[in-house]
């Protein structure tokens, strides 16, 4: 080849620099560890199929790859057959009434809610054990937020999601109210909405412990830190992962102008990223480390990148499996 051939390609291959700043904590968080391995030694135990009522974590990845090792994803027990094959209940928890109908039906069920659910759980039994009408901020439709609701009988718990929705409400300012929260929160949303409901009802419950967990508060001070200073965000995640689309409003807030939620590569809307010289990649409590990894070399192919790690804190939390794989 001509040299001046080659300094023509050269000059065509020269990639822009790009500044990647590695948000830590990220991605998966105790309660999906727990959660993913309950299936895994299930499947190792029993053989397949197992059933996992509700997809175990909000992550197309993992549901996927559980998949094709033989587990079968069903949305309500009915469609789990009777005998003796496990039936997993996700992470998220569920109401009441299916781990009732579990019983009535002997099924083997397994629980792999996270125990920081579980712990929501209690507290709002306990509120209302104590005759506490429960206030519970979350978000509409989402399986946590119908598992807690579930603890409690009909008309016993109120589902707020915004500031309106509490400057609404119609109790007495002395009634005997509690509040908790969904796990996966944005912090500061979840404070204001905590305030509101104070300054009207000042004798009201708080949790002994916050309710939003310890992963979803280290991932979004992490990320709301790193966002202040780059260009552009990216929260690796899927839509329906409620601490994944917190991610990506912390980022905003904290004034970064490109903050995008993306399941994977693939999904990237590159002509968004062409001027962006400083990136900072998170993921989500349910997103795998592989995604952020695909993500990395994306970015590499198309820029010339510098990756550095910017710790908030360390996580060293570790949950113990469910009871029934720990007997077996
Ligand atoms: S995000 Fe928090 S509550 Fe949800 S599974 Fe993870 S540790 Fe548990």
């Given at each position: 080849?001509?040299?001046?051939?080659?300094?023509?390609?050269?000059?065509?291959?020269?990639?822009?620099?790009?500044?990647?700043v590695?948000?830590?904590?990220?991605?998966?968080c105790?309660?999906v560890?727990?959660?993913?391995?309950?299936?895994?030694?299930?499947?190792?135990?029993?053989?397949?199929?197992?059933?996992?009522?509700?997809?175990?974590?909000?992550?197309?990845?993992?549901?996927?790859?559980l998949?094709?090792?033989?587990?079968?994803?069903?949305?309500?027990?009915?469609?789990?057959?009777?005998?003796?094959?496990?039936?997993?209940?996700?992470?998220?928890?569920?109401?009441?009434?299916?781990?009732?109908?579990?019983?009535?039906?002997?099924?083997?069920?397994?629980?792999?809610t996270?125990?920081?659910?579980?712990?929501?759980?209690?507290?709002?039994?306990?509120?209302?054990?104590?005759?506490?009408?429960?206030?519970?901020?979350?978000?509409?439709?989402?399986?946590?937020?119908?598992g807690?609701?579930?603890?409690?009988?009909?008309?016993?718990?109120?589902?707020?999601?915004?500031?309106?929705?509490?400057?609404?409400?119609?109790?007495?300012?002395?009634?005997?109210?509690?509040?908790?929260?969904?796990?996966?929160?944005?912090?500061?949303?979840?404070?204001?909405?905590?305030?509101?409901?104070?300054?009207?009802?000042?004798?009201?419950?708080?949790?002994?412990?916050?309710?939003?967990?310890?992963?979803?508060?280290?991932?979004?001070?992490?990320?709301?830190?790193?966002?202040?200073?780059?260009?552009?965000?990216?929260?690796?995640?899927?839509?329906?992962?409620?601490?994944?689309?917190?991610?990506?409003?912390?980022?905003?807030?904290?004034?970064?102008?490109l903050?995008?939620?993306?399941?994977?590569?693939?999904?990237?809307?590159?002509?968004?990223?062409?001027?962006?010289?400083?990136?900072?990649?998170?993921?989500?409590?349910?997103?795998?480390?592989?995604?952020?990894?695909?993500?990395?070399?994306?970015?590499?192919?198309?820029?010339?990148?510098?990756?550095?790690?910017?710790?908030?804190?360390?996580?060293?939390?570790?949950?113990?499996?469910?009871?029934?794989?720990?007997?077996?």
């Amino acid at each position: 080849m001509a040299p001046q051939e080659c300094g023509a390609e050269d000059a065509m291959k020269v990639k822009p620099p790009l500044r990647i700043v590695l948000c830590a904590p990220r991605g998966f968080c105790a309660g999906v560890v727990r959660a993913i391995d309950a299936v895994e030694i299930a499947l190792r135990l029993y053989g397949a199929p197992v059933y996992v009522r509700h997809d175990i974590v909000h992550n197309e990845h993992v549901v996927d790859s559980l998949r094709a090792k033989g587990v079968v994803f069903i949305k309500e027990l009915a469609e789990a057959p009777a005998g003796d094959r496990p039936v997993i209940f996700s992470a998220h928890g569920v109401a009441k009434a299916v781990q009732e109908e579990a019983k009535a039906r002997r099924l083997f069920a397994i629980d792999a809610t996270c125990p920081l659910v579980t712990k929501v759980h209690r507290e709002a039994l306990v509120h209302h054990k104590r005759g506490r009408h429960v206030l519970l901020i979350g978000h509409p439709g989402h399986p946590e937020v119908i598992g807690t609701m579930g603890q409690l009988p009909a008309g016993a718990a109120t589902l707020i999601s915004s500031i309106d929705e509490a400057e609404a409400l119609e109790f007495a300012p002395g009634a005997a109210l509690a509040y908790v929260t969904q796990t996966t929160l944005s912090v500061e949303d979840a404070r204001e909405i905590v305030a509101a409901l104070k300054r009207r009802f000042p004798s009201i419950q708080a949790p002994p412990l916050e309710d939003i967990c310890y992963a979803t508060t280290n991932r979004q001070e992490a990320v709301r830190r790193a966002a202040a200073e780059v260009d552009a965000v990216i929260v690796v995640g899927s839509e329906t992962s409620s601490n994944s689309q917190r991610l990506r409003e912390v980022a905003e807030r904290a004034g970064c102008a490109l903050a995008v939620l993306t399941a994977n590569a693939a999904a990237i809307d590159w002509p968004r990223f062409s001027g962006v010289r400083s990136l900072a990649v998170t993921a989500g409590a349910s997103a795998p480390e592989i995604l952020v990894e695909e993500i990395l070399d994306a970015f590499a192919q198309r820029f010339d990148v510098a990756v550095e790690t910017q710790a908030a804190m360390e996580e060293s939390m570790v949950f113990p499996l469910p009871r029934a794989l720990r007997e077996a």
